[in-house]
């Protein structure tokens, strides 16, 4: 049932396990060909709130791996150096920062900013084609 309304979730926004809105073109939001930090944290608050089925401001169990399946997905579908980067850099094991089985928004905030900064070579705020 739960895996249920997390799906009826992702279709209703567009987000469906093979959709596109996860490969790394859909990050770039205002399509100028880079993704910047803005967009990147855009894309996480939108993400966190279709897996959070709950609403309950954290990733539980079941949510977690609904994203780790969406993730695994969309680099099947969509296959890119980001997509790939997702699955392996965005892993629970790494986000769940203090290892208690849920992820917050501040858990994910953090990491995706570490994960962000680590391909930002330049260090500029803004990811281009040559960094991702």
């Known amino acids: 049932?739960?895996?249920?309304l997390i799906s009826s979730a992702l279709v209703s926004l567009g987000l469906g396990f093979s959709s596109p809105a996860l490969a790394a073109d859909s990050w770039d939001l205002?399509?100028?060909?880079?993704?910047?930090?803005?967009?990147?944290?855009d894309m996480r608050k939108r993400t966190f709130e279709t897996f959070d089925?709950?609403?309950d401001g954290k990733l539980d169990n079941a949510e977690y791996s609904a994203f780790d399946d969406a993730?695994?997905?969309n680099a099947k579908d969509h296959p890119s150096s980001l997509s790939n980067r997702a699955v392996l850099g965005l892993g629970r094991g790494t986000v769940d920062i203090n290892l208690d089985g849920d992820v917050t928004r501040d858990e994910m905030t953090t990491r995706l900013?570490?994960?962000?900064?680590s391909m930002d070579?330049?260090?500029?705020?803004?990811?281009?084609?040559?960094?991702y």
């Open 1 to 4: 049932m739960r895996i249920t």
């Open 30 to 41: 205002d399509a100028d060909g880079t993704i910047t930090w803005a967009e990147m944290e």
């Open 53 to 55: 089925a709950n609403q």
């Open 71 to 73: 993730r695994a997905q």
């Open 113 to 117: 900013r570490e994960w962000f900064t």
């Open 121 to 131: 070579k330049d260090g500029d705020n803004i990811l281009t084609k040559g960094e």
